[in-house]
């Protein structure tokens, strides 16, 4: 018997060594290539922090990003694409969804020609914004179970955003893809959904994929290139390719939301970093109350300030995917239960009769064409209130960034990031990591995270900032808001997001018009905590009643 079973073990070696199992076969889709002349010419760029050291990401192989779903978007043929392109390009999301329910797009196609457009633009080293850097493997099967879903239970009652294909920036944790961060040291960080991203899928929200970010949320490099990532590279803007900075950190929602790679995506702000990508990508972005939107799982800088809030091409979108994330998240001490939807009131025809917004004086000033549109809301029925703001100091605001991150990045790494295969375990071990490898690392230094080291503002001190920070932000706003009994304040882009921050204020914006470059501006509405919903409003009427936002030249097909 033993010599039978020494027999047998014999044949299997023999077995396998004549017939190995064959290895996967790769596809390629992409090649590197060398970005050197794209660098070169970017070097008297007028802003010096678009003077760019490299544009291709060193670490990020777009085959194993985009090989896994090859097979499914070669199904889709270029006809395919341009006969479900009026259904889909610029439109918002309850006319996609009429499309659907009427019989003429299915959940599975909606997914197919987002698909095809960002393998269109992204696999071409000449179009490719560096945007999307991770893609749902099983997005389009999920697609097709909602199909079906569909066709069992026609008249089943679904949020909005139910079957909508939605981008995350890659600080948000996602089952099923690695979140980075934009940083090397978490290249390997698999993980749990955040809350927002349970909630996404618990309204039946489509995952497409991750996209691009300024690296650590832009509190890594000083004077470093907005839209910049280790993991993805350069992120560049779909108005001007090298020619208009992307805004960040939120600079891949921005981007793939403006070149029509999703129905929508979610960015995160910690000052400036929703409305920034924003403004520069001609797209609808809210920053919303702090504790309006959970935190849990999301990486970090700062506890007092970060909020996560949807990117977005039109108002109404926007309203939807706000409402979409709602919920009390228990692992966030901030965290707020709504019973508002943010959706019934944005009807099909909303007004700016009446309200009463105030105008900076010195943006009235400075900015033609800010002017111009303050104009357009009188001529809309807007009472609007010219006035000087306050000057306001935010003295120690970065002392906020850098204590916060030191304790709340160590946290993060503890309850929500992968140990078994994340080398860090606070922001001294990341600057150690980096350093071990600056030229594919850390090519534009980590200034700032060495700041974050460095700072020895005391807790009871922190505490005195947030509080007197807090204060002055608020009596930035509210010296009008009040003054005036104002529906909002109007600013440009993110102008004056940091004073929002540490008011802890909502803020939206929402195209305004293109420079003669073409380089898009935004105009910026903020109002008191948790009033959303008037906003959104305020938004909503001002795009009906000036109408601008155009689809990048050169991605209209």
């Known amino acids: 018997m033993r010599y039978y079973i020494h027999y047998l073990i014999l044949l299997l070696i023999v077995a396998c060594k004549q017939d190995p199992k064959p290895e996967k076969e790769k596809v390629v889709l992409w090649t590197p290539y060398n970005d050197s002349t794209e660098v070169a010419d970017n070097q008297d760029h007028e802003i010096a922090r678009m003077r760019y050291k490299l544009i291709q990401s060193k670490v990020l192989d777009k085959n194993e990003v985009f090989g896994p779903l090859y097979k499914e978007v070669s199904r889709m043929s270029d006809g395919d694409y341009m006969a479900l392109r009026p259904l889909i390009l610029e439109q918002d999301i309850p006319t996609i969804r009429a499309y659907i329910e009427s019989g003429m797009l299915t959940y599975e196609k909606l997914v197919l020609f987002y698909l095809y457009r960002i393998y269109k633009y992204e696999l071409d080293n000449t179009t490719t914004l560096n945007t999307v850097i991770a893609l749902n493997a099983s997005v389009v099967e999920e697609a097709r179970k909602l199909d079906r879903l569909r066709a069992r239970f026609p008249s089943q009652k679904q949020h909005p955003i139910y079957g909508m294909p939605i981008l995350l920036k890659d600080n948000i944790n996602t089952l099923g893809m690695k979140t980075t961060a934009g940083s090397i040291a978490l290249v390997n960080n698999e993980v749990n959904d955040a809350f927002i991203v349970k909630q996404l899928k618990l309204n039946g929200a489509l995952i497409l994929g991750k996209v691009n970010l300024s690296e650590w949320a832009y509190y890594l490099c000083q004077g470093c290139p907005v839209g910049y990532s280790a993991v993805g590279g350069q992120t560049l803007n779909p108005y001007g390719r090298r020619i208009f900075e992307t805004g960040g950190s939120s600079s891949g929602s921005g981007t793939a939301v403006a070149a029509n790679y999703a129905v929508a995506a979610v960015g995160t702000e910690t000052s400036g970093s929703i409305l920034s990508p924003s403004g520069q990508n001609s797209v609808v972005g809210l920053k919303p109350t702090i504790g309006l939107l959970g935190r849990s799982g999301i990486v970090p800088i700062s506890s007092t300030l970060d909020t996560p809030g949807p990117m977005t091409k039109n108002v109404t979108d926007n309203a939807i995917l706000l409402s979409a994330m709602t919920g009390r998240d228990e692992a966030d001490s901030k965290s707020v239960a709504t019973d508002k939807t943010f959706i019934n009131e944005l009807g099909e025809e909303v007004s700016l009769e009446g309200k009463r917004l105030g105008a900076m004086k010195n943006l009235m000033e400075g900015n033609p064409m800010y002017r111009a549109t303050i104009e357009k809301l009188r001529e809309s029925g807007a009472k609007v209130v010219e006035f000087d703001p306050l000057e306001i100091q935010l003295k120690a605001f970065l002392s906020i960034l850098n204590i916060d991150m030191r304790n709340d990045l160590p946290?993060?790494?503890?309850?929500?990031?992968?140990?078994?295969?994340?080398?860090?375990?606070?922001?001294?071990?990341?600057?150690?990591?980096?350093?071990?490898?600056?030229?594919?690392?850390?090519p534009y230094g980590q200034q700032l995270f060495r700041g974050i080291l460095s700072d020895t503002t005391s807790a009871a001190e922190l505490t005195r900032i947030k509080s007197r920070l807090e204060q002055e932000g608020r009596r930035f706003f509210d010296a009008a808001l009040d003054e005036y009994d104002l529906d909002a304040v109007l600013s440009i882009n993110n102008y004056h997001a940091g004073y929002a921050a540490v008011a802890k204020y909502p803020a939206l914006t929402v195209p305004m018009g293109y420079k003669e470059t073409g380089e898009p501006m935004n105009l910026t509405f903020i109002a008191k905590p948790f009033q959303e919903e008037k906003l959104l409003l305020l938004g909503r009427a001002f795009e009906q009643a000036t109408q601008v936002r155009k689809i990048p030249v050169g991605m209209a097909n």
């Open 411 to 442: 946290e993060y790494l503890t309850l929500h990031s992968d140990k078994d295969r994340v080398p860090i375990s606070s922001v001294a071990d990341v600057v150690q990591f980096n350093a071990t490898d600056s030229l594919v690392r850390i």
